[in-house]
């Protein structure tokens, strides 16, 4: 799997990292940048180094309990940083938004890929998508940030996780957006419970429509300090660990604040994924 972002390759024919840039003040991780533009491209290029395939930029957390920041807050936060980045990368840059504006602004601006973990349920995205040209990952979100996690319910989340990703497959593809230009993703702690993520893991195989690749963003999420009592900034051996197992179960990128070490579990889970 190969994608066209913008003129610069993501070439997914192996799985790759896709490297977390957030020019927030408030990113659950705390790994936000603020304002600082030459740190954020500094890190960037460290994270390129490391391996990671492509620099996803986001301007607005979506940790749980975040409130909404204005499309102009946003777009001040993110298209300073990636008119910098973009010459200074070799590698795809990313959006990470739900707001139709945003996205439009960060093409232009040179964006080469949209996240979105609204999956283009926000005004105008879908017809902003198309439009771009360049692909798109559509991510599973039960409710709003604000209050996703105040009591997320399903019936049978693997099945409803599948049949929401499979919608808005079809519902990009209506729109205009060729099927080889999506991603899908199951939205790791969006509107889930632990034990929700822990069953979507184990069920990921298959998660994905036929042809759709599947992303993952696992990287310090609640679910390992859950499970193992780790503080957000120890959860490193957890990412990597669930990182290696999502692409044991076909997951073609990787979302992750820590390049390196990611890269390495991804090689490493998809030789043994591919041996004879
Ligand atoms: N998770 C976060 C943000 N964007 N995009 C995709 N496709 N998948 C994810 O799991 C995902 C995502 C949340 O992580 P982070 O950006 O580090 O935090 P915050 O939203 O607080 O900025």
């Known amino acids: 799997m190969r994608y066209d972002c913008a003129g610069r390759v993501l070439d997914l ?4 990292v896709m490297g977390v840039l957030n020019a927030t003040p408030d990113s659950f991780s705390g790994d936000g940048l603020g304002g600082d533009v030459a740190a954020a491209v500094e890190r960037a290029l460290a994270m390129q180094d490391a391996g990671a395939a492509v620099i996803d930029v ?16 946003e777009c001040d936060r993110v298209l300073p940083l990636i008119e910098q980045l973009v010459p200074a990368l070799r ?4 959006v990470d938004t739900r707001r139709a504006e945003v996205m439009h602004a960060a093409v232009r601006a040179g964006a080469g890929l949209i996240n979105d973990v609204a999956a283009l349920r926000g005004l105008g ?15 599973h979100m039960s409710g709003e940030p604000a209050t996703m996690q105040a009591a997320p319910r399903y019936e049978n989340v693997v099945a409803e996780v ?16 060729p099927r080889e230009r999506l991603l899908v993703d199951p939205g790791f702690g969006f509107g889930k419970t632990a034990a929700h ?44 660990a669930l990182a290696a197992l999502a692409v044991r179960a076909g997951a073609r990128l990787v979302r992750a604040h820590d390049v390196a070490a990611t890269v390495q579990a991804v090689a490493l889970a998809h030789e043994v994924a591919q041996a004879a």
């Open 13 to 16: 024919t192996r799985p790759g």
């Open 58 to 73: 986001g301007g607005e957390s979506t940790r749980p309990g975040a409130p909404p920041v204005s499309v102009q807050e």
């Open 91 to 94: 590698v795809p840059v990313s």
């Open 125 to 139: 995205a879908l017809e902003v998508a198309a439009a771009a040209g360049v692909p798109v990952i559509l991510m």
């Open 162 to 177: 599948r049949a929401f990703l499979a919608a808005r497959v079809e519902a990009a593809v209506a729109a205009g957006i």
């Open 197 to 240: 993520n822990l069953a979507l893991l184990k069920y990921l195989e298959g998660l994905a429509p036929p042809g759709v690749a599947l992303s993952v963003g696992l990287s310090r999420k609640s679910l390992i300090g859950h499970v193992t009592g780790a503080a957000v900034q120890e959860r490193l051996p957890g990412s990597v």
